[in-house]
């Protein structure tokens, strides 16, 4: 089973940013799928954004389209969620998972085996 922890979470006014990471015990990325997903209080969990595995190609949710970027570092086995322009909306707590079964990533959670504990987002001013 993969170990995933997250980090880099706290409390930003509208508008600012945060950079979450996500570390795996992975010995190398390129057989997982890594996504970020966010729950909010009372609200499904819902993808965010998410990485393939074979070619690195990614998706974005339309609510975080040209604000969130995803990214990976090969070398530290991490995988990185940019977060710019946060909304009030973005709050919640944010999950990485990883998928090692498919080609391509998905926003869907089904789809993911392994998951981290979570990091708390608020945007609040």
């Known amino acids: 089973q993969l170990q995933l922890v997250e980090s880099g979470g706290g409390l930003v006014q509208p508008g600012g940013s945060l950079k979450l990471s996500c570390a795996t015990s992975?010995?190398?990325?390129?057989?997982?799928?890594i996504g970020w997903f966010r729950q909010a209080p009372g609200k499904e969990r819902e993808g965010v954004s998410c990485i393939s595995a074979n070619d690195g190609s990614t998706y974005y949710a339309d609510s975080v389209k040209g604000r969130f970027t995803i990214s990976r570092d090969r070398a530290k086995n991490t995988v990185y969620l940019q977060m710019n322009s946060l909304k009030p909306d973005d709050t919640g707590v944010y999950y990485c998972?990883?998928?090692?079964?498919?080609?391509?990533?998905?926003?869907?959670?089904?789809?993911?085996?392994?998951w981290g504990q979570g990091t708390q987002v608020t945007v609040s001013s």
């Open positions: 992975a010995l190398t990325l390129d057989y997982y799928s």
């Open positions: 998972a990883a998928d090692n079964r498919y080609l391509y990533c998905s926003g869907s959670a089904a789809r993911y085996d392994d």
